[in-house]
């Protein structure tokens, strides 16, 4: 029973641990469909993250947050928009930088505001849900009726994500103009519009990742707290083969990953530390060795739109 | 589409830029023209910022190097901290088995250059291989590289003493030697110097810098010119994460003396700001490299001040990015061209 109670906390926590990374990778998995990288989405949940925390604890509750931080990935994203859909720069320095502005935008705010009040300010996180009370259940309670608000969100948009890529006219639309644009384009679909609009959600996707993160994870915001989150999330979108849903899935492996490196480290208090925290890492980078074969990745996936005259 | 009609919405977003950098400075309760007056007092008129930032220009030019090499290939290593790390493990770990005189020193400096190429090779075989992103494996194996760090100076190559998490100094012969008296300024220089005319040589001249252009232009072409494109990949990894590596040891052995965590803090990062200023042409790498290392002297001076927080920098090397990546636009005349990436370097008659 003592393992069956270990392996329930274990996926408890590793679903807790997936979130801010299933979130993100939803938002890239949208982004990439229309054609659009965006290597950027660390930069955007960082100051996801931080906007959170502010605007938690000026306005004690943690949905304003939520709201803050999903606008200002907006706002991030439409920067990357603007540059790689309008102006048609390379998507990858692009997003490069992008990164950089994130990682600046959020250290310096933090010292400008929170951070000069030091440890010592209470942060309103968000708690985890008992939906019907089942939250104590032995063994599935904690596992499908106790966790964050958030992580039942994330779960119902990937869902809607793939329906919509299978069954609606957007979902043509967006595949469309990932495939094949000048095909699209002929079709009267306006490409760019189209690609501006998929990444403004994307970041508004990152966005709520990182007040995950720092809102209902843990309740505080540390510079560079993601620690390569949003590549993790990038990753999980390729191995995904682009499908929201198994996204969600293969990011519930590296949060499973994190989750089982925390416990053995109190299991093998011998072994450094240093070689459970890289766990995630090294799953990440076996599986970049086993699962990039053979990706079929939407066919514009990079390429700026130029409208033929 | 004729580059001509992007050049109002280009020249607007860097409007859009300024005004950003400039009330972020004004959020934090400081003036902006005083800040800049500050940085440019310090890092220029001081004799102490101008030797601050010329001490930091060697390991950045020899990085911004290794970056250059590698977008100009259109492979995308962003593992570069790692990389540094790994050189500099690897020449301090063998440090005591190499023999007291400038052999020695060589020697250190080769350990550091084969270090970062066996971390930045990873990559190289991952993406070669297995066609896995460089992208999500460089950044990655930095994150590896640093838990590794942090390990090796609390356990096994942690100084005598047992108190500090650092290792113990290696043989003063092995140093770099300072070139001017009363200064800080060392051998490094003449190493990063030397890097800039072998990478020149190798990039504006010779075969391996043809083949890089045409890489980093067209796969498909790469491959009707008998070049492969994965060979390149790996080959790109090795080179720039043994470059990094190099700069590691050359800050080890010209700086510190020793290993410690944090002893290159945003290098990476500012390396990829500092090659693409120099649009990836190595005889520029070194002055964007200076430029780069006066804005950090400069900045650093006024945050240890309090004037404003530091991670300004971070914002300012995005902004600056984006500017300059926005100003090609606007520059650009006629286009048309379906991957037109000014950095790319579509240019195959180098």
């Given at each position: 029973?003592?393992?069956?109670?270990?392996?329930?906390?274990?996926?408890?926590?590793?679903?807790?641990?997936?979130?801010?990374?299933?979130?993100?990778?939803?938002?890239?998995?949208?982004?990439?469909?229309?054609?659009?990288?965006?290597?950027?989405?660390?930069?955007?949940?960082?100051?996801?993250?931080?906007?959170?925390?502010?605007?938690?604890?000026?306005?004690?509750?943690?949905?304003?947050?939520?709201?803050?931080?999903?606008?200002?990935?907006?706002?991030?994203?439409?920067?990357?928009?603007?540059?790689?859909?309008?102006?048609?720069?390379?998507?990858?320095?692009?997003?490069?930088?992008?990164?950089f502005?994130?990682?600046?935008?959020?250290?310096?705010?933090?010292?400008?505001?929170?951070?000069?009040?030091?440890?010592?300010?209470?942060?309103?996180?968000?708690?985890?849900?008992?939906?019907?009370?089942?939250?104590?259940?032995?063994?599935?309670?904690?596992?499908?009726?106790?966790?964050?608000?958030?992580?039942?969100?994330?779960?119902?948009?990937?869902?809607?994500?793939?329906?919509?890529?299978?069954?609606?006219?957007?979902?043509?639309?967006?595949?469309?103009?990932?495939?094949?644009?000048?095909?699209?384009?002929?079709?009267?679909?306006?490409?760019?519009?189209?690609?501006?609009?998929?990444?403004?959600?994307?970041?508004?996707?990152?966005?709520?990742?990182?007040?995950?993160?720092?809102?209902?994870?843990?309740?505080?915001?540390?510079?560079?707290?993601?620690?390569?989150?949003?590549?993790?999330?990038?990753?999980?979108?390729?191995?995904?083969?682009?499908?929201?849903?198994?996204?969600?899935?293969?990011?519930?492996?590296?949060?499973?990953?994190?989750?089982?490196?925390?416990?053995?480290?109190?299991?093998?208090?011998?072994?450094?530390?240093?070689?459970?925290?890289?766990?995630?890492?090294?799953?990440?980078?076996?599986?970049?060795?086993?699962?990039?074969?053979?990706?079929?990745?939407?066919?514009?996936?990079?390429?700026?739109?130029?409208?033929?005259? | 589409?004729?580059?001509?009609?992007?050049?109002?919405?280009?020249?607007?977003?860097?409007?859009?830029?300024?005004?950003?950098?400039?009330?972020?400075?004004?959020?934090?309760?400081?003036?902006?023209?005083?800040?800049?007056?500050?940085?440019?007092?310090?890092a220029?008129?001081?004799?102490?910022g101008l030797l601050e930032a010329l001490l930091r220009a060697i390991p950045l030019t020899i990085m911004g190097l290794g970056i250059a090499i590698a977008f100009?290939?259109?492979?995308?290593n962003i593992g570069m901290d790692g990389q540094l790390i790994a050189g500099s493990v690897l020449a301090v770990?063998?440090a005591?088995?190499?023999?007291?005189?400038?052999?020695?020193i060589v020697?250190f400096l080769a350990l550091g250059f084969l270090g970062g190429a066996?971390w930045g090779?990873?990559?190289?075989?991952?993406?070669?291989?297995?066609?896995?992103?460089?992208?999500?494996?460089t950044?990655?194996?930095n994150?590896?590289a640093v838990?590794?760090l942090?390990?090796?100076?609390?356990?096994?190559?942690?100084?005598?003493?047992?108190?500090?998490?650092r290792s113990?100094?290696i043989?003063?012969?092995l140093r770099l030697p300072v070139l001017f008296?009363?200064t800080r300024i060392h051998a490094g220089l003449i190493v990063a110097i030397l890097a800039v005319a072998i990478v020149a040589?190798?990039?504006?001249?010779?075969?391996?810098?043809?083949?890089?252009?045409?890489?980093?232009?067209?796969?498909?072409?790469?491959?009707?010119?008998?070049?492969?494109?994965?060979?390149?990949?790996?080959?790109?990894?090795?080179l720039s994460g043994a470059l990094a590596g190099l700069a590691g040891a050359v800050e080890v052995a010209g700086l510190y003396g020793r290993l410690q965590e944090g002893f290159a803090p945003g290098f990476g990062i500012a390396a990829i700001a500092v090659a693409l200023v120099a649009?990836l042409?190595p005889l520029l790498v070194p002055v964007s490299a200076f430029g780069f290392s006066l804005l950090y002297s400069g900045l650093g001076?006024?945050?240890?001040?309090?004037?404003?927080?530091f991670?300004?920098i971070n914002?300012?090397e995005?902004?600056?990015?984006?500017?300059?990546?926005?100003?090609?636009?606007?520059?650009?005349?006629?286009?048309?061209?379906?991957?037109?990436?000014?950095?790319?370097?579509?240019?195959?008659?180098?």
């Amino acid at each position: 029973m003592d393992e069956v109670v270990f392996l329930s906390g274990l996926l408890a926590a590793g679903i807790r641990l997936a979130a801010p990374i299933a979130l993100a990778a939803i938002g890239e998995t949208l982004s990439q469909r229309v054609g659009v990288i965006n290597v950027g989405i660390e930069g955007i949940m960082l100051v996801g993250a931080f906007i959170a925390v502010l605007l938690a604890v000026q306005s004690g509750s943690p949905w304003i947050g939520l709201l803050g931080a999903i606008l200002a990935g907006i706002a991030m994203a439409s920067l990357h928009a603007y540059f790689v859909v309008t102006l048609k720069t390379e998507q990858i320095v692009t997003g490069i930088a992008l990164l950089f502005l994130g990682l600046g935008l959020s250290g310096y705010g933090y010292r400008l505001t929170l951070g000069e009040l030091g440890a010592a300010v209470k942060v309103p996180g968000f708690r985890e849900l008992d939906i019907l009370g089942l939250a104590d259940l032995p063994v599935i309670g904690p596992i499908l009726f106790g966790q964050h608000a958030l992580v039942y969100l994330a779960v119902a948009s990937a869902i809607a994500m793939a329906w919509m890529f299978r069954a609606t006219r957007l979902g043509v639309i967006i595949k469309a103009v990932g495939e094949t644009p000048a095909a699209a384009d002929s079709a009267g679909i306006h490409v760019d519009r189209v690609r501006f609009l998929c990444v403004l959600a994307a970041g508004g996707f990152a966005g709520a990742g990182g007040a995950f993160l720092s809102t209902a994870h843990l309740w505080g915001f540390v510079e560079n707290m993601t620690a390569g989150r949003g590549f993790l999330a990038i990753a999980c979108v390729v191995f995904a083969r682009w499908n929201p849903v198994l996204a969600v899935l293969v990011a519930l492996v590296f949060g499973i990953a994190d989750a089982a490196q925390i416990r053995l480290q109190s299991i093998f208090p011998a072994v450094p530390y240093q070689f459970f925290v890289i766990a995630p890492y090294v799953v990440a980078i076996v599986s970049l060795a086993v699962g990039s074969r053979s990706s079929r990745m939407p066919a514009a996936l990079g390429l700026p739109f130029a409208k033929p005259r | 589409m004729t580059g001509t009609a992007l050049r109002m919405p280009a020249l607007l977003v860097i409007g859009f830029l300024v005004a950003m950098v400039i009330a972020a400075i004004l959020l934090a309760g400081a003036d902006p023209a005083s800040v800049a007056y500050g940085i440019i007092e310090r890092a220029l008129f001081t004799r102490a910022g101008l030797l601050e930032a010329l001490l930091r220009a060697i390991p950045l030019t020899i990085m911004g190097l290794g970056i250059a090499i590698a977008f100009k290939a259109r492979i995308f290593n962003i593992g570069m901290d790692g990389q540094l790390i790994a050189g500099s493990v690897l020449a301090v770990v063998a440090a005591p088995l190499l023999p007291g005189n400038i052999a020695g020193i060589v020697f250190f400096l080769a350990l550091g250059f084969l270090g970062g190429a066996v971390w930045g090779g990873i990559a190289g075989v991952i993406k070669a291989r297995f066609g896995g992103n460089e992208i999500i494996a460089t950044i990655m194996l930095n994150y590896v590289a640093v838990q590794l760090l942090s390990w090796l100076v609390r356990g096994p190559l942690q100084e005598k003493m047992k108190i500090i998490p650092r290792s113990d100094a290696i043989d003063q012969a092995l140093r770099l030697p300072v070139l001017f008296d009363g200064t800080r300024i060392h051998a490094g220089l003449i190493v990063a110097i030397l890097a800039v005319a072998i990478v020149a040589l190798v990039m504006l001249r010779g075969r391996f810098g043809y083949r890089l252009a045409v890489v980093g232009a067209n796969d498909h072409a790469a491959r009707y010119a008998g070049i492969s494109p994965a060979w390149m990949a790996a080959a790109v990894l090795i080179l720039s994460g043994a470059l990094a590596g190099l700069a590691g040891a050359v800050e080890v052995a010209g700086l510190y003396g020793r290993l410690q965590e944090g002893f290159a803090p945003g290098f990476g990062i500012a390396a990829i700001a500092v090659a693409l200023v120099a649009r990836l042409n190595p005889l520029l790498v070194p002055v964007s490299a200076f430029g780069f290392s006066l804005l950090y002297s400069g900045l650093g001076a006024l945050a240890r001040n309090g004037v404003v927080p530091f991670p300004l920098i971070n914002i300012l090397e995005g902004a600056i990015i984006l500017v300059f990546l926005a100003a090609t636009v606007a520059l650009r005349h006629g286009g048309g061209q379906t991957r037109e990436a000014p950095e790319s370097g579509a240019r195959a008659d180098g």
